[in-house]
């Protein structure tokens, strides 16, 4: 059955973006349904408008105006599949809450995403950056994710295995203008080993016994981390970490570790990867800030938008960093956001 669309014109962004850069669409529409997302999508190409999809706006930077369709992504509900004594998978829409999830999940007792509490944000958007943090990555425990292909317009089921998951990468983000995510199921456990094993976790917890944790008890332990080290984007707004990680070869390490014996690294397969948070902050940046934005005075990774700053001015402060990082230590930093629209 055709349902219609409210489709509205020069419609402002701000509040969609958490940034809070101000930016417009020349048109806009709320989906709550597989439906109208083809109808949406139909209505596009009917009127030759390019496309921008669009969850909770928490890993975007808005460079100026987007000329065509934004669609917002409402589709709402979640539930459970295949429950057994051991473990059950958890089906969220596109539009639901991830940190809302996470919660609801640990309260349910299921294993699996508790270290991903509080990264902002919706379940669809989720696989394309591969979300991790505190030694968890959304491909641990993903099932499949069901889509819309914007060719054929057909619902497909990819297993996690199609997706091409990477370092806060994923098939989503080479092929941006192929698939629309639905849906995603995870794969959690009642009994899995609870992972606590990075440094803030471990202080947090202190001596406590990890038998003696639940995952909601864990997902507690994030929050509480998280909450003294990143700011709140409704309070002070940021996209989260702006800055990947840099991976680099063994030999640019040995030779960066003799001109910095104290860098901050972790092993990657055969690679090492930087903290890239340690070289903003020895760049100096850590706490600094202009008229309109500037960086965390207790995450150096976060970008922050403190007062009224355009998505220019926020890019214009990552691209300094950037250049800074480079020429103090030589390592190119690569920015974890993506970029809409030009100023």
């Known amino acids: ?58 890993n975007l930077v808005f460079a100026g105006d987007y000329p065509g369709l934004v669609i917002l992504m409402a589709l709402r509900g979640r539930s459970w599949e295949r429950v057994d004594d051991h473990g059950a ?11 809302e999830a996470v919660l609801y999940a640990a309260r349910s007792g299921y294993r699996g995403i508790e270290n991903l509490a ?5 379940a669809g958007a989720a696989p394309v950056q591969n979300i991790g943090a505190y030694g968890t990555e959304l491909c641990d425990c993903l099932e499949s994710v069901t889509v819309l292909n914007r060719q054929t317009l057909e619902v497909e089921n990819l297993p996690a295995s199609a997706c091409e998951f990477g370092y806060r990468d994923s098939l989503f983000k080479h092929r941006p203008g192929c698939y629309i995510i639905l849906e995603i199921r995870l794969r959690l456990s009642r009994d899995a080993s609870l992972n606590i094993g990075y440094r803030d976790l471990q202080d947090y917890f202190g001596d406590v016994n990890e038998a003696e944790l639940t995952p909601l008890a864990v997902a507690e332990a994030v929050m ?21 990680n840099p991976v680099i070869g063994l030999t640019q390490f040995r030779g960066l570790q ?12 055969s690679q090492v990867k930087l903290a890239a ?6 760049a100096g940046w850590k706490g600094f800030r202009n008229s309109r ?3 965390h005075n207790r995450q150096a990774l976060v970008l922050i938008n403190h007062s009224g700053g355009t998505g220019q001015d926020v890019l214009s402060l990552a691209d300094d960093v950037r250049q800074s990082v480079l020429e103090k230590f030589g390592v190119e930093l690569e920015m974890e956001p993506g970029i809409v629209g030009n100023a």
């Not at 509080?118 to 919706?122: A, Q």
């Not at 948070?277 to 020895?282: G, K, S, Y």
């Open 258 to 269: 003799a001109r910095f014996p104290d860098v901050v690294s972790y092993p990657a397969d």
């Open 89 to 99: 998978v958890l089906v969220l829409k596109a539009g639901e809450n991830w940190h």
């Open 224 to 244: 509480a981390v998280r909450h003294r080290k990143l700011p709140d984007p409704a309070v002070l707004p940021n996209v989260g970490s702006f800055f990947k």
């Open 277 to 282: 948070a340690w070289l903003i902050d020895q």
């Open 118 to 122: 509080l990264i902002p944000g919706t």
């Open 293 to 295: 934005v500037g960086v």
């Open 1 to 58: 059955m055709s349902q219609a669309l409210e489709i509205q014109e020069r419609a402002s962004l701000q509040r969609l973006n958490t940034l809070a850069v101000p930016a417009t669409a020349r048109y806009l529409v709320e989906v709550e349904n597989a439906v109208q997302l083809k109808q949406a999508l139909c209505w596009a190409d009917d009127h030759e408008q390019s496309v921008l999809v669009l969850g909770g706006g928490s």
